[in-house]
């Protein structure tokens, strides 16, 4: 993930929070976890959110959405790599 990847999934994470229903998911198709922040490399969640999101409540999906609207402003996505991982 990069900055303006970032940006846009933050925006679009602002927006689906206000949805009073419907709430979609964030999947990207991207689907790999990064080994430091443990989070997937396309839309920011945790292993226990994915797993999670299909039994989920709107209120908690949109939970999950605000977590990643402030993961992705944090920059958590831009943890360091490990010296020598180009594949975290």
Do not use: Y
């Not at 969640?45 to 994915?50: A, C, G, L």
């Not at 790599?81 to 975290?88: K, L, Q, S, T």
């Amino acid at each position: 993930m990069n900055f303006a990847e970032a940006e846009t999934l933050a925006a679009r994470a602002a927006a689906v929070q206000a949805l009073p229903e419907g709430v979609p998911s964030p999947c990207t198709s991207v689907c790999r976890m990064d080994r430091q922040s443990g989070f997937c490399e396309g839309c920011l969640r945790t292993i226990p959110e994915i797993a999670a999101w299909s039994k989920m409540e709107d209120a908690a999906r949109r939970g999950v959405w605000h977590a990643i609207e402030l993961r992705a402003r944090a920059g958590i996505w831009r943890l360091a790599e490990a010296p020598g991982d180009n594949h975290a």
